[in-house]
């Protein structure tokens, strides 16, 4: 079992960062690929960035890419996705999620755990 802890949301207004952080505790010592996804209010969960385990390859969604990005450190088992230029739009509550792969993901099915959330507003 693998738990996950989102942290870093709040408040910023628009053009401002945040930085989300995602602790892993448990069994971390396997080799987990990561994601990142968000759900705004009425809408579905949206796929938003990934990474592999070994090589640290990363992938983003198309809404995000350029503004957004995804790294891990391995060795705090946590991983970051510092967000830029911060729009309106991007008001949501942020997941991220393991996979028991290598090979990272952008299909919510393919992950195994998921963490509570993380609330970030983005005030106009």
């Known amino acids: 079992q693998v738990q996950l802890v989102e942290s870093g949301g709040g408040l910023v207004q628009a053009g401002g960062s945040l930085r989300l952080s995602c602790a892993a505790s448990g069994r971390t010592s396997s080799n987990y690929a990561m994601g990142w996804f968000r759900q705004a209010p009425g809408k579905e969960r949206e796929f938003l960035a990934a990474?592999?385990?070994?090589?640290?390859?990363?992938y983003y969604a198309d809404s995000v890419k350029g503004r957004f990005t995804c790294s891990r450190d391995n060795a705090k088992s946590t991983v970051y996705l510092q967000m830029n230029s911060l729009k309106p739009e991007d008001t949501a509550v942020y997941y991220c999620a393991a996979r028991r792969s290598y090979g990272s993901s952008r299909f919510e099915s393919d992950y195994d755990y998921w963490g509570q959330g993380t609330q970030v507003t983005i005030s106009s």
């Open positions: 990474i592999s385990w070994s090589s640290g390859s990363t």
